[in-house]
């Protein structure tokens, strides 16, 4: 929860940690876009840790990106398209560092 709240902070949402803290735990519905970066933060922490172990892809990364953004944009249609060339150009990366074995998440 700490993690979720202080990097939605670092990225700009503007609430309180109690605010936010108090918005987690009853889940309730963000009144804001800074709530929404820190529900949504929230989330794919939880669900990152669920799938740690998984082959780290193209798709899954795309999915992360999703979740992440998910009615934070200004543009709705950017959440997939253009965040489509920005993840490829991670993964490209991410192959050339380590090119003898799949990536999985690691703690």
Do not use: C, F
Not at 23 to 35: A, D, G, T, V
Not at 63 to 77: A, F, G, Q, Y
């Amino acid at each position: 929860m700490e993690e979720a709240i202080a990097s939605s902070q670092m990225e700009g949402a503007s609430t309180t940690r109690k605010v936010a803290k108090d918005m987690l735990r009853k889940e309730l519905r963000p009144k804001n876009r800074s709530q929404q970066m820190i529900v949504n933060n929230y989330a794919t922490i939880k669900q990152l840790v669920e799938e740690k172990g998984q082959v780290l892809d193209l798709n899954m990364l795309l999915d992360i990106h999703r979740s992440i953004t998910t009615n934070t944009l200004d543009n709705p249609e950017d959440e997939a398209d253009s965040d489509r060339r920005m993840i490829s150009m991670s993964l490209t990366l991410l192959q050339a560092a380590w090119p003898t074995h799949l990536h999985r998440i690691q703690r």
